[in-house]
């Protein structure tokens, strides 16, 4: 659905976006992320249009955003982080003017209102004016408006800025339901809503892609070992004395108690070896029942700190 070749922006004699490539599935949500001064936002102003290109192309459906941008943009709906809405405006005048500016049909015009306002649930928000709205429900107007003419590409840029709690919850779950029927590349400073929404995620860092694979795939490749949180029953220092004398286990490190009797250890394991059976083995042969193994896996902010060498997020860029 979106295909990205070869992609490089200039500002002089800086190299914003350098010479980077990606594509998107039809029906992915795929997360895009990268720390200050990365390039991130300039990739997107490039996917959705608004700026052009040192080299390189974009093509959204197979049409280049270049070669025909007003039948490319017809297929790309955008949420940047701050929605531009008339405040004076009713909700429904709002949504009303956005399909005129996207030529919706008058014949077509009322369903699509409805049924945009229903998926992003503010069917009773219509007769509301803008700017007395509260911050979560401007945002699902912006949605809103992206939405509008039934794009099949949705570019949401920080779409849970500024909401509280609930607000947030309510917007991922909108969000998914939008990835039913639409192909999302979604950008936010808060990683554990990206691991929760998104199929892939993309890592941007000094202009190039440092990583681009699921969440779960980059934990893998970046664990360097296998890593699980193992629970024994038994004494803590007799656990930890027969822990330590097994070779094969490159480290192991008590963790918590969560249970009377029992103990969390970390144990890990050089790349490549599968160190199940052996903690099995070792718990079986000295009386430490095991009630559970899990495996350790890094967490989306220790992969963008790994892959970005710990450079500080940064949503406005």
Do not use: W
């Amino acid at each position: 659905m979106i295909e990205v070749k070869n992609l490089t922006k200039r500002y002089g004699q800086h190299i914003a976006v350098d010479d980077i490539s990606f594509t998107v599935n039809e029906g992915e949500i795929v997360g895009f992320l990268g720390p200050n001064g990365a390039g991130k936002t300039t990739t997107m102003n490039i996917l959705t249009g608004f700026i052009s290109a040192t080299k390189g192309e974009v093509k959204v459906g197979g049409i280049d955003i270049l070669d025909e941008p007003e039948k490319a943009k017809k297929n790309i709906g955008y949420m940047p982080d701050n929605p531009p809405l008339y405040g004076e405006m009713l909700v429904d005048e709002f949504l009303s003017f956005v399909c005129d500016i996207k030529g919706v049909h008058s014949s077509a015009k009322k369903g699509m209102m409805k049924e945009v306002k229903d998926r992003v649930r503010i069917a009773h928000m219509g007769k509301r004016l803008v700017r007395n709205l509260s911050k979560g429900y401007k945002q699902r107007v912006g949605l809103a408006q992206a939405l509008i003419g039934y794009p099949k590409v949705l570019i949401l840029d920080e779409p849970t800025v500024g909401l509280d709690p609930k607000q947030i919850i309510e917007m991922r779950s909108v969000i998914k339901d939008l990835g039913k029927g639409h192909t999302l590349i979604l950008s936010s400073h808060i990683l554990p809503e990206v691991s929760a929404v998104c199929d892939r995620v993309i890592i941007i860092n000094r202009g190039k892609i440092a990583a681009h694979d699921s969440s779960a795939s980059l934990s893998s490749n970046l664990s360097r070992g296998q890593a699980f949180a193992v629970r024994f029953k038994g004494e803590r220092e007799k656990i930890a004395a027969v822990l330590s004398g097994i070779q094969l286990f490159k480290s192991t490190a008590p963790i918590s108690t969560y249970e009377p009797g029992t103990f969390d250890f970390e144990i890990k394991g050089e790349p490549g070896i599968d160190i199940r059976e052996a903690v099995f083995g070792v718990a079986a042969a000295n009386d430490m029942p095991i009630l559970q193994m899990k495996p350790q896996e890094l967490t989306l902010e220790e992969i963008f700190l790994k892959v970005t060498g710990g450079e500080a997020f940064d949503s406005d860029n």
